[in-house]
């Protein structure tokens, strides 16, 4: 476990208003980082948030946001892989595999929702949530064979909002359909893929940022983000903001 420096700390959390109350407890949420190649380089999919939000107005991030438990029960087409499933799992707090396969698909929902990219196999797909009706409309079974599960960070205490973000990724070859308009909810009103140095410079939170350089170094040892890989946890632990593995 590595403690990290005040300063390391304003970055994960820059922007979050001060909350004088008693501390929030966080909230289960999950981002997606979509990955594609084009010669030599990685690209990254970000969307730019619009500037009416209230929370990081204009800036570019990936498809994500809070865990509905309600998608644990929704049926799949391939399983978590067991080593990224252990992972969700391990760590502080108790993690069940139903809420971890419900945090792994909030990633999956938020990215059609926010931009229209359905992560999946072709087929018959039925379920009564409305959530899920953009999958059973265009036939494709959601599937999460594909995910890796590549950071977590929980807010540090004593902010306005508080989540507990677990960020997965995969690859463009695992969207089924990408559709041309984007998401229903129009939460992204600018995607773009970018160089992942690209991306690094671009006008994104720090903690995107720090998750960014993560990345990166898994990708220059691991350039296939093989399953069981290293997931970096950033969070408070004894007034100290620290970097751990799991």
């Known amino acids: 476990m590595e403690a990290m420096t005040k300063a390391d700390v304003d970055k994960i959390d820059k922007g979050l208003a001060v909350h004088d109350g008693r501390p929030l407890r966080p909230r289960d949420a999950a981002t997606l980082i979509l990955l594609d190649r084009k010669g030599d380089d990685v690209l990254v999919l970000m969307g730019r948030r619009h500037a009416a939000h209230a929370f990081m107005p204009g800036k570019f991030v990936f498809p994500g946001g809070r865990t509905d438990p309600a998608d644990s029960r929704i049926p799949t087409a391939t399983a978590l892989n067991q080593h990224e499933e252990a992972k969700l799992t391990a760590g502080p707090g ?44 265009h036939g494709v079974a959601p599937s999460l064979e594909a995910l890796r599960f590549v950071a977590r960070a929980i807010t540090p205490p004593n902010r306005v909002r508080r989540f507990d973000t677990r960020f997965f990724s995969a690859w463009r070859g695992d969207v089924a ?70």
């Open 177 to 246: 359909i990408e559709l041309p308009d984007g998401g229903p909810t129009n939460e992204l009103e600018e995607l773009v893929w970018l160089p992942l140095a690209k991306a690094k410079q671009a006008d994104i939170p720090d903690i995107t940022r720090m998750i960014l350089d993560e990345l990166e170094r898994r990708l220059a040892h691991d350039p296939l983000l093989r399953p069981g890989g290293p997931v970096p946890f950033y969070r408070l632990v004894r007034n100290r903001f620290t970097r751990e593995l799991l």
């Open 94 to 137: 108790r993690t069940s595999h139903a809420r971890a396969r419900a945090i792994a698909l909030s990633a999956v929902r938020e990215t059609y929702e926010e931009a229209g990219l359905l992560i999946g196999r072709k087929g018959a797909f039925a379920t009564t949530r409305r959530d899920w009706q953009g999958f059973v409309e």
